[in-house]
């Protein structure tokens, strides 16, 4: 039988950034956002060949941080930014479901990396999902990426709308995440 090693990563060692388009007849007007969390754990379990078997991701809704705004008729000035946090970390129904998980119960060998198969909780909502994921090896670390899109409908999220809905957060978002763990 073998053994089983589980490695822990949060955002000392990433970051895991969300960015979001906008939509509508006053698309113009809005801005396309750019969003981290600063409270995430990520668990990658391996067998003894360090080939990942599970991988989990827990993020904390209310760690959310709008960094940038693109676009728009004027800059995002900081009032714009706290707002933008505040209406999306509603959106995100953060009050009754404070964290969004992903459990891959499914990894297996792409070229660059792993395909990594499971169920992403958004809001109380599970769905399918899948993410690629990157694996870099150097001389003491791991560089880890994934790139993944989300769409708000497919979670029963509606997205964040102003000026009855002239104005919209598109219904897909990207995801990109990055992290280096390092080598035992």
């Not at 801005?31 to 995430?40: K, N, Q, S």
């Not at 000035?77 to 009754?96: F, I, P, Q, T, Y």
């Not at 009855?164 to 763990?181: C, I, Q, Y």
Request: hydrophobic content about 40%; glycine content about 10%; proline content about 5%.
């Amino acid at each position: 039988m073998s053994a089983q090693r589980q490695w822990t990563l949060g955002a000392a060692d990433g970051e895991l950034v969300l960015k979001t388009d906008k939509t509508g007849p006053a698309a113009k007007t809005g801005h396309r956002l750019t969003i981290g969390f600063t409270d995430w754990t990520g668990t990658v379990t391996v067998d003894d060949d360090r080939v990942p078997q599970r991988v989990s991701l827990r993020v904390v809704v209310d760690s959310l941080e709008v960094r940038s705004g693109e676009g728009g008729v004027t800059p995002m000035s900081g009032a714009e930014r706290a707002m933008a946090r505040s209406n999306a970390v509603k959106s995100l129904k953060a009050s009754k479901a404070p964290e969004i998980v992903f459990v891959g119960s499914s990894v297996s060998p792409t070229d660059g990396g792993y395909r990594v198969a499971g169920d992403l909780t958004i809001a109380g909502t599970s769905v399918p999902h899948s993410v690629d994921v990157e694996v870099a090896e150097t001389a003491t670390a791991w560089d880890v990426s994934a790139h993944t899109t989300v769409s708000h409908k497919a979670v029963g999220l509606k997205p964040y709308s102003l000026a009855m809905g002239a104005l919209k957060v598109a219904d897909e978002v990207e995801l990109d995440f990055r992290a280096t763990l390092p080598r035992p």
